[in-house]
């Protein structure tokens, strides 16, 4: 199994372009999730998935939209990047939602938006 | 709610010494409780983590915590340090049931241990 794997490793956008960051796992988990890591604040859940078809916002999900259209992928669109939006971003899955089963994490897209 | 403090945000100690990291969570029901690292430039790796069974869980890489419902924590310690534990650390909570999906983070201890 590849895990949960992320692409890009690393990106640098201009204020107002768009992208999507890529998130897939092979281990046919139910719930993924977003996350955002800044200095200082831990990390932070940006949006969730818990099954296809079904997704919702975390505490900090303003200026990004996702979708869920296989158990496998769960990319995080960033509509018009902001200089606010710099930081490293984690996607994670396991196998069910609600449970106190592990989280797998990716190994983060560093994001640069000047 | 649910929410997670990590007492110190960065932790210093010599090689060979105890690593005591501390977290203290805050849970309406009974907690799972997660603690992660994350080595430089890598993901977060889960270390170890509580589900209502023993209190005291043991990890990889010779750390263990204890749950103390009483105190409400979940502290981390190693009895001697490695060079190799230089790292940030995390600690988690989550719940199960209803409608709550999400595992709340601390802000991180970063822990650097001295030769």
């Known amino acids: 199994n590849a895990g949960v794997t992320q692409t890009p490793k690393f990106q640098v956008l201009k204020t107002g372009q768009s992208m999507t960051l890529q998130c897939a796992q092979d281990m046919n988990h139910e719930y993924m999730s977003w996350y955002r890591q800044d200095p200082g604040m831990g990390l932070r859940l940006i949006h969730y998935s818990v099954g296809a078809g079904i997704t919702d916002q975390g505490e900090v999900p303003n200026g990004y939209n996702v979708s869920r259209s296989t158990t496998e992928d769960f990319p995080l669109r960033l509509l018009s990047a902001a200089p606010s939006q710099t930081s490293v971003y984690f996607c994670?899955?396991?196998?069910?939602?609600?449970?106190?089963?592990?989280?797998?994490f990716g190994p983060g897209t560093r994001l640069t938006v000047t | 709610a649910q929410s997670v403090t990590q007492l110190g945000s960065h932790v210093s100690v010599s090689e060979g010494a105890l690593v005591l990291l501390r977290c203290n969570y805050s849970s309406s029901v009974p907690p799972y409780l997660f603690w992660y690292v994350q080595y430089p430039n890598q993901g977060l790796q889960l270390l170890l983590k509580?589900?209502?069974?023993?209190?005291l869980v043991k990890g990889i890489n010779g750390f263990e915590a204890e749950f103390k419902k009483s105190e409400t924590s979940f502290h981390l310690t190693k009895p001697s340090a490695h060079m190799s534990d230089a790292a940030e650390y995390f600690c988690?909570?989550?719940?199960?049931?209803?409608?709550?999906?999400?595992?709340?983070f601390g802000k991180g201890t970063l822990l650097t241990v001295n030769p």
């Open positions: 509580y589900t209502s069974a023993a209190t």
């Open positions: 988690a909570v989550s719940h199960s049931g209803g409608s709550n999906y999400k595992l709340t």
């Open positions: 994670a899955s396991r196998k069910y939602a609600g449970t106190g089963l592990e989280q797998y």
